[in-house]
């Protein structure tokens, strides 16, 4: 009688010993999967940043081509109105053909420095879209690295907590057994010195 409630006491400790082991490790799995949501928060909002960056860069490098394309459409249209301009002074005007060919070399003159001043605007904003685009190219590029490392992360993590959580069980089973078989060699024992008091 007195072994049967030793064992029913030692059996009631394990189960209490597991439970609490069981619950100790739920608490720190709980624990790594805050932690590892807090890390995937501060990944998405980084990559969202990025994308809305992105986006502002190709915005501005379509706004630097609609502006070049407006400032060579513009000085187009100004050299062809001064060359229709040049042709109908040539029609109506009396004046002498040297008068005539002085006033066509400065309009050409004019010409030139406009079409030159043009150019160089349009280089520098050819230049700029080409920095623009780089920028863009290494901002995707940093956008899909950090998606490649969260996916990473997540497999890692994943992996990790599963594997954690085997060896902690594991572990834990092999304890609890030992202590289940020590308890069970002593109640032997008092078993056997209470048989050997009672004879």
Not at 64 to 78: E, F, P
Not at 93 to 99: A, F, L, M
Not at 168 to 183: D, L, Y
Request: proline content about 0%; hydrophobic content about 35%; charged content about 20%.
């Amino acid at each position: 009688m007195i072994s049967r409630n030793k064992r029913q006491i030692d059996e009631s400790s394990l189960l209490h010993e597991k439970i609490r082991l069981y619950t100790q490790i739920n608490d720190g799995i709980n624990q790594q999967e805050q932690q590892y949501s807090c890390h995937v928060h501060r990944m998405t909002r980084r990559i969202i940043d990025l994308q809305q960056k992105n986006k502002r860069s190709s915005d501005t490098v379509g706004n630097l081509q609609r502006k070049s394309l407006d400032i060579v459409t513009s000085h187009y249209n100004q050299v062809q109105q001064k060359v229709n301009i040049h042709r109908m002074n040539q029609i109506i005007s009396d004046r002498s053909i040297s008068v005539r060919n002085q006033s066509v070399q400065m309009n050409a003159e004019k010409i030139l420095n406009a079409y030159s001043t043009s150019v160089n605007q349009l280089v520098k904003i050819i230049y700029q879209v080409v920095q623009w685009r780089e920028k863009l190219v290494w901002i995707t590029q940093l956008y899909f690295t950090k998606m490649t490392k969260v996916q990473q992360q997540m497999k890692l993590l994943a992996g990790n907590n599963e594997m954690i959580l085997r060896n902690r069980i594991n572990s834990e089973i092999r304890q609890c057994k030992a202590m289940k078989a020590e308890f069970y060699m002593q109640t032997l024992s008092l078993s056997a010195q209470s048989d050997g008091t009672y004879l």
